[in-house]
């Protein structure tokens, strides 16, 4: 199959991820081979844009407390997204400014998924304190880490490691947001979790290896900087 071939099966697996039509479960099918034929095949990022245009980075921002288990969700949809995240510190008790950085398409995308199940991990628990959402957080992350792990191990000894895709878009979206935002000073998060509940960790872990990592419908229209 030639390279083109190829490029064109990544571009239209991505667009079936974002598909709302699609279940939860098949879009992240979808999402995890289409990052397994990248590093099977050294297809970077830039290799999906079309020669005569430029991509198309945006810088888009929510608002949320910055916790260890928030930030383990961001972190990882982020990531498999190709996108970067940062927040700015805020007094005690006021929400963080959370930025997603990234193409338009990754971070509109990355940004709506991150408010669906910050959302739904706060509603499902609901009165069953920091072990339950540390435990959803950290089944999420792991499964964020999945997809990127079994992509890059899938991978060619010829090809590119897709965690070296990663760091290309990565640092094109640091230099994205110094050109945008120089006056911002942020500072990228460490991820951190610890359970005090046994049984409510364990309901955690349940319900983050139920929530869907692939977009459906946007729950709000992304807020860009101004």
């Not at 991505?14 to 297809?43: G, R, S, V, W, Y």
């Not at 997809?147 to 760091?167: E, H, M």
Request: aromatic share 6%.
């Amino acid at each position: 199959m030639s390279t083109e071939k190829i490029m064109d099966r990544v571009r239209k697996l991505l667009a079936k991820a974002n598909d709302a039509a699609c279940t939860p479960a098949e879009a992240e099918i979808f999402l995890a081979k289409a990052h397994e034929l990248m590093a099977q095949h050294n297809i970077d990022m830039a290799k999906l844009t079309p020669a005569n245009s430029t991509p198309d980075r945006t810088i888009l921002e929510f608002q949320t407390l910055v916790r260890p288990w928030n930030n383990a969700i961001i972190k990882g949809i982020c990531d498999i997204y190709f996108c970067k995240w940062y927040y700015k510190t805020m007094p005690k008790g006021k929400k963080n400014p959370v930025y997603v950085i990234g193409r338009k398409d990754n971070a509109e995308v990355a940004h709506s998924l991150c408010l669906s199940v910050l959302r739904s991990v706060q509603i499902a628990g609901a009165g069953q304190g920091r072990s339950f959402l540390n435990g959803a957080s950290s089944k999420i992350w792991q499964r964020c880490q999945e997809i990127k792990q079994g992509a890059t191990a899938s991978a060619n000894p010829n090809s590119t490691a897709l965690v070296v895709i990663y760091d290309n878009e990565q640092q094109a979206n640091n230099d994205y947001l110094a050109s945008q935002r120089p006056e911002l000073k942020l500072v990228p998060v460490k991820r951190h979790a610890r359970a005090f509940n046994a049984g409510a960790y364990a309901r955690g872990v349940e319900h983050g290896s139920r929530v869907t990592l692939t977009p459906t419908i946007n729950p709000t229209a992304p807020k860009r900087l101004q």
